[in-house]
Antibody, heavy 121, light 106 residues
Framework: QITLKESGPTLVKPTQTLTLTCTFSGFSLSTSGVGVGWIRQPPGKALEWLALIYWDDDKRSSPSLKSRLTITKDTSENQVFLTMTNMDPVDTATYYC?????????????WGQGTMVTVSS | SYELTQPPSVSVSPGQTASITCSGDKLGDKYACWYQQKPGQSPVLLIYQDNKRPSGIPERFSGSNSGNTATLTISGTQALDEADYYCQAWDSSTVVFGGGTKLTVL
């Protein structure tokens, strides 16, 4: 059974750097075709993809946020990290991590519960 | 940048068929997938690879993708299907989500 859980600060100040952790179980990020992605959702708005890291450490990021995002992984600890710099109130959102499988038509089949991050001074 | 367009809202009567569209340039040349999100919950994958259902997803959910439009069809819509629905596809190495459609079961 695959599970993922996001953790990190619930409140950050403008200009600060946000670091989120996705801790997962039920799969290994060393398995070919597997990845973990980050997706966010501002209150009342649509889903927005942020970044994805693959089993081979290849990485992809949203072009509009690429300069602010860093995604890394610790395979031995079953964790994926997302860093977003220069936080702004518009970055207030629920942040989700999700399991990605290339065999699933490149979809995110299992999602974490999400963690709400508020950006405010 | 690539965009996926969904109608903001769709209404359907219980027991009827609901269709939710997702439009994008040459979307039929890519794989589309669909997610359902109920209030306060995380998204759930409904359809992947245009028309495949993960285990546990009821057969009343089906998908198609051709030309510039992918369609999620819900047959025999039930009250519990009232939710937001999002399409998703890849454009080169970028994940793109549609703006979401709120399905109301009247």
């Amino acid at each position: 059974q695959i599970t993922l859980k996001e953790s990190g600060p619930t409140l950050v100040k403008p200009t600060q750097t946000l670091t989120l952790t996705c801790t997962f179980s039920g799969f290994s990020l060393s398995t070919s075709g597997v990845g973990v992605g980050w997706i966010r959702q501002p209150p009342g708005k649509a889903l927005e993809w942020l970044a994805l890291i693959y089993w081979d450490d290849d990485k992809r990021s949203s072009p509009s946020l690429k300069s602010r995002l860093t995604i890394t992984k610790d395979t031995s600890e079953n964790q994926v990290f997302l860093t977003m710099t220069n936080m702004d109130p518009v970055d207030t959102a629920t942040y989700y991590c999700a399991h990605y499988g290339s065999g699933l038509g490149r979809a995110f089949d299992i999602w974490g519960q999400g963690t709400m991050v508020t950006v405010s001074s | 940048s690539y965009e996926l367009t969904q109608p903001p809202s769709v209404s359907v009567s219980p027991g009827q068929t609901a269709s939710i569209t997702c439009s994008g340039d040459k979307l039929g040349d890519k794989y589309a997938c669909w997610y359902q999100q109920k209030p306060g919950q995380s998204p759930v994958l409904l359809i992947y690879q245009d028309n495949k259902r993960p285990s546990g997803i009821p057969e009343r959910f089906s998908g198609s993708n051709s030309g510039n439009t992918a369609t999620l069809t819900i047959s025999g819509t039930q009250a519990l299907d009232e939710a937001d629905y999002y399409c998703q596809a890849w454009d080169s190495s970028t994940v793109v989500f549609g703006g979401g459609t709120k399905l109301t079961v009247l």
